[in-house]
């Protein structure tokens, strides 16, 4: 089954709001290395940025099981389970499915 992330409406707001949080995160974790700031500021940082793309991994992925439940009687069950299996998997392989801290 084919996916892309939502195009429109408020899911896809949400996933660009977090991905311009995540943007300036790295561009203040650009500056932090520039100025030499301390080490545990910056992996501080970096973990920031690490939460932050597990959350947009989590709704992307979240978006695309509503679309397989949703299709699933128009698509190819077994490749939409298969696809499924595969990308839980990786999230879970990534940590992107553990604690939820929002």
Do not use: W
Not at 32 to 38: A, Q, T
Not at 75 to 95: F, P, Q, R, V, Y
């Amino acid at each position: 089954m084919t996916f892309n992330p939502p195009s429109t409406g408020k899911a896809k707001e949400d996933i660009v709001v977090r991905l311009r949080k995540i943007e300036g995160q790295i561009r203040g974790l650009q500056k932090m290395v520039d100025e030499g700031r301390e080490c545990l500021d910056v992996l501080m940082q970096i973990s920031a940025v690490s939460k932050g793309m597990e959350k947009v991994t989590q709704m992307i992925l979240m978006r695309y099981i509503e679309a397989c439940r949703t299709n699933a009687a128009e698509a190819k069950k077994s490749d939409s389970m298969e696809t499924l299996c595969h990308l839980l998997s990786l999230a879970i392989n990534k940590g992107v499915l553990g604690e939820n801290d929002s």
